[in-house]
């Protein structure tokens, strides 16, 4: 949430915020500035729901979504400077960070290099050896930040597609989003129940699903978020914080 500029409260933010247990919200590197931060983290304090960080790589007219080649040092330099602007944020209003999640392109390079895993995960840790750290379930993020003591959140998404790796589908490739509210809760009913997922070439892939992501930004996104409400609720699963 926040991945925008200017007034956003108007925008599916307010709206999709009623219907989740979590928000991941930008921290200016891909999106977002100062005042969308607290303004952000203000609305997540309202409506009850746990406030992550969402740092990227420094990368505003890509949205984040383009891969760069950072050193682990680098990474380390770029998740701390903006955690930690998030953090203080929350603490300025007596609120607490909860979690950070990696974004876009910094979550999927991080997911498969294990040195930027562990450049993530240690950033963290400096921060506050309390936090959680959301990663791709099956990935670097996971098992680097559990490797370092962190506690995790092992991530599966309803708006995206897999690969027969467990890996997401690239965004472009025709079929990486899943654009079906109903489509995406009978994907995230197989994570949850089979704990698999099954690939865009009808593989049946394991997966570990504690935290479910839907993208705030998508054209569904407030649909997805009340369908899957509805969906996880009608069979008995509880949603909360991990």
Known sequence: MGESFGSWKMGNDAAIIKYVSSVNIACGFHAGDPTIMREAVELAAENGVAIGAHPSYPDLQGFGRRSMSLSP????DIVLYQ?????????VSDLKLHHVKPHGALYNQAGKDRLLAEAVAKAVISIDKNLVLYGLSGSYLISEAKTLGLNTASE?????????DGNLTPRSEDNAMIENADAAAIQVMQMINSQTVTSTSSVIVPIYAETVCIHGDGDN??????????????????IKTV
Do not use: M, P, S, W
Not at 83 to 91: P, Y
Not at 156 to 164: E, K, L, M, S, W
């Open 73 to 76: 040092a680098e990474v380390y």
């Open 83 to 91: 955690v930690a602007a998030l953090k203080v944020i929350c603490e």
């Open 156 to 164: 599966v998404f309803a708006d995206r597609t897999y690969q027969n």
């Open 221 to 238: 996104a407030l649909e997805f978020a009340i369908n899957l409400n509805r969906t996880l609720r009608e069979n008995g699963i509880e």
